[in-house]
C-alpha cells in the first residue's frame, strides 16, 4: 500500500528564517508526486510535479527535490504570506491515477 | 482560481438524509476525482471517472455513489448520511488518460458538509 509520511506536523519561523519541510514516501512505481498548499477552508492549490529522483523545482521562495525515498520543500526568506499546510502526494502505478496525501505540514510565518 | 468548480459551497442537512454534490471540471480535462477531507484522517480519495466511465474506486462507503454526465460535470451522491460523514468534499479534474508520467490534479473550492 502506497504511504506518504510528512515532517514536522506543524513549524513555527520568524519572518526570513530559511527551513525545509519533509515527505518521506512509499510506493511501487512513482509516477509522480506533487506539492500543494492548503490555506484554511479552501482547496488544494497546485504547487509542483516532480518525476524522477533529481529532478528540482523552484517558484518564488520555494524549491522542491527529489530523491528515491523523499522530497524535501525548501522555503527561503519566508514571509506571513506563505503560512499554509503544505500537503505532499504520490501517484503510483500506470491506470489508477488517485493520489496518495500526507497530513500535511502547517507552517506558520511570524512577523 | 484553479478553473475547477463545486456547489453548494456549504451544506448542513440531518442524519438519515441524501445530499447531492456537484463539481464542474476545468476546461478540456476529461478525468474528475472526489476526494474527502476530514480533521483525523487528512485527504481520501474516493473515486475517479474518466469521460463519463468510472475508472478508480478508493475506500468509499456503499452509502456513496457518484457519476459523470456527458458534459463531464460530476456528481457525488451521500445517503443515508451518518455524523462522521461531516467533512470537505473536494473534486478534482485532469486531462486524464493513463498517460506514463502523472498529470497534474487541480482542486476545486470544495463543499462543506455538517451533519447534525
Known amino acids: 500500500e502506497d504511504q506518504v509520511t510528512q515532517s514536522p506536523e506543524a513549524l513555527r519561523l520568524q519572518e526570513g528564517e530559511s527551513s525545509s519541510l519533509n515527505c518521506s514516501y512509499t510506493v511501487s512505481g512513482l509516477r509522480g508526486l506533487f506539492w500543494y498548499r492548503q490555506d484554511p477552508g479552501k482547496g488544494p492549490e497546485f504547487l509542483f510535479t516532480?518525476?524522477?529522483a533529481g529532478e528540482e523545482k523552484e517558484k518564488e521562495r520555494l524549491k522542491a527535490t527529489l530523491t528515491k525515498k523523499e522530497s524535501f520543500l525548501h522555503i527561503t526568506a519566508p514571509k506571513p504570506e506563505d503560512s499554509a499546510t503544505y500537503l505532499c502526494a504520490v501517484q503510483a502505478d500506470f491506470g489508477n491515477e488517485k493520489l496518495t496525501f500526507g497530513t500535511g505540514t502547517r507552517l506558520t510565518i511570524i512577523p | 482560481d484553479s478553473g475547477v468548480t463545486q456547489t453548494p459551497k456549504h451544506l448542513i442537512t440531518a442524519t438519515g438524509q441524501r445530499v447531492t454534490l456537484r463539481c464542474s471540471p476545468r476546461s478540456g480535462d476529461l478525468s474528475v476525482y472526489w476526494y474527502q477531507q476530514s480533521l483525523d484522517q487528512g485527504l481520501q480519495f474516493l473515486i475517479q471517472y474518466y469521460n463519463g466511465e468510472e475508472r478508480a474506486k478508493g475506500n468509499i462507503l456503499e452509502r456513496f455513489s457518484a457519476q459523470q454526465f456527458p458534459d463531464l460535470h460530476s456528481e457525488l451522491n451521500l445517503s443515508s448520511l451518518e455524523l462522521g460523514d461531516s467533512a470537505l468534499y473536494f473534486c478534482a479534474s485532469s486531462v486524464g488518460g493513463g498517460r506514463a508520467l502523472a498529470d497534474t490534479q487541480y482542486f476545486g473550492p470544495g463543499t462543506r458538509l455538517t451533519v447534525l
Open positions: 516532480l518525476y524522477s
